[in-house]
């Protein structure tokens, strides 16, 4: 048998400057550079450079080898999702789609702009009257609650609650990581109104031997097959007990959107958003750690250790992921626009930290040479994203990139590189956006 000669492979451009960034210089800009790029970033090469990003580029020389410019690494284009007008489809079967991050400008996450995140199908009868939630296992009191009991037995409080997917930046892992390419959009701060999760367990009385929580809702397995779960996965009781953790039923004011969970979901902030069931009709206290479906074996885990890129980890080695990085994300203005050079421009953002709070927000215009430090607001809450802005100025006409580097309470900065792992979590690396100033 004979065996046909395979045609090339086509390579994003990540990938390209991954596996060579010196020869991916060349291929994508027609010149070779030297591995400082200064050689390439003096001649034909940054004239070819610049006019591919429509200006100049006045902080070259800070450039570091093998950086793909901002303006080419996003572009996706925007489809539409009934009251999510704006968001990127990723897939239909599970529906999952990511805000564009100009879009998430806003204090406070608009429903319509809040990203989804579905495992199954999506229950089509939300109506919250006949809904009940269970709480059981190993409780004094297994209770069966409606929404109206959740209303009238619990103090009902209202947060800003901060959700964001393991998965979010996931995109720009190379070699890359089988999964949802989200880029940044998978992130939303709502106001969120519920009853603490804490006041049911109590109410159900939660017994000693308890370690963990496990969590279903009313979606289906894709395949259609009732006896299969899409997703069930839990927290540890100490996290559960947190007073920032929601039995949801309200979004900003009003009824939760169906593809965001109605009638009534959880929201587990600070933690990776599949923790936060959708469609909830199931709370079971476990004496184990929870063993339901992506609970086990690699997902939602990362390895206990730093590994390289491409690197296979063996699946012992692999840790379930409890509190998200520190991460922030430039919401104003939009990458790849034209500002004026010779005025102050105001760049907005949010940030991050899991359970923790973020003390800093820095921006660079060169590269990372040198920073500027941002106005940054206490949250509203904790649990609460914190909003940020400062205005900058531009020496001259030309490309610059913004970068944006949070830091937390405990000191832990934002980095440029991704620390890669085989599934594609916990992106935290620096957003970049691109800006000409005219």
């Known amino acids: 048998m004979t065996r046909k000669p395979r045609g090339p492979r086509e390579r994003g451009l990540c990938e390209l400057y991954a596996e060579d960034p010196i020869r991916a210089d060349e291929l994508v800009f027609g010149r070779r550079c030297y591995p400082d790029r200064r050689g390439f970033l003096k001649g034909a ?28 690494a996003e572009g996706p284009e925007d489809f539409v999702i009934e009251g999510k007008e704006g968001l990127r489809v990723l897939n ?58 959740l209303r009238r037995n619990f103090e009902v409080v209202t947060y800003a609650l901060q959700l964001e997917c393991g998965g979010n930046g996931r995109a720009f892992f190379n070699p890359p990581a089988r999964g949802n390419q989200w880029t940044v959009g998978a992130v ?66 009003g009824p939760l959107h169906p593809m965001n969970g109605a009638p009534v979901r959880l929201v587990i902030p600070g933690w990776p958003g599949s923790c936060s069931h959708k469609w909830l009709t199931r709370i079971w206290l476990r004496d184990v750690v929870h063993d339901g479906p992506k609970m086990t074996g690699k997902s939602y885990r990362v390895p206990r250790y730093p590994v390289a890129p491409g690197e296979k980890v063996p699946t012992e080695d692999f840790v379930i992921i409890h509190s998200m990085p520190v991460k922030s994300i430039i919401t104003f203005p939009q990458t790849n626009v034209e500002v004026p050079a010779d005025e102050p421009l105001e760049v907005r953002g949010h940030a991050w930290a899991g359970d923790n709070f973020v003390t800093r927000l820095d921006l660079s215009i060169d590269f990372g040479k040198s920073w500027i430090a941002a106005e940054l607001d206490p949250p509203e809450n904790p649990y609460a994203w914190q909003n940020w802005r400062a205005k900058i100025r531009f020496p001259i006409h030309g490309y610059y990139e913004i970068w944006a580097r949070a830091t937390d309470d405990e000191g832990r900065m934002q980095p440029f590189a991704i620390a890669w792992n085989p599934k594609g979590y916990l992106n935290n690396s620096m957003h970049r956006i691109a800006v000409r100033a005219v």
């Open 92 to 149: 239909d079967r599970p529906v999952n789609a990511e805000t564009p991050a100009h879009l998430l400008d806003d204090p406070i996450t608009p429903v319509n702009r809040h990203f989804i995140r579905n495992n199954g199908i999506p229950p089509e009868d939300t109506s919250p009257d006949n809904w009940t939630i269970t709480i059981d296992g190993f409780v004094d009191r297994p209770l069966t609650l409606s929404i109206a009991d």
């Open 45 to 72: 090469g940054l004239a070819t450079m610049g006019a591919v990003l429509g200006a100049g580029i006045p902080f070259h020389r800070n450039m570091p080898a093998g950086l793909i410019p901002a303006a080419l």
């Open 188 to 253: 939303g701060c709502s106001r969120w109104t519920g009853v603490r999760l804490r006041d049911v367990l109590r109410a159900a009385g939660v017994r000693d031997n308890v370690v963990y929580t496990a969590h279903y809702g009313a979606d289906m397995h894709l395949s259609g097959d009732p006896d299969k779960v899409p997703i069930s996965r839990g927290v540890p009781i100490e996290k559960a007990m947190n007073p920032y953790n929601l039995i949801a039923f309200e979004m900003n004011g």
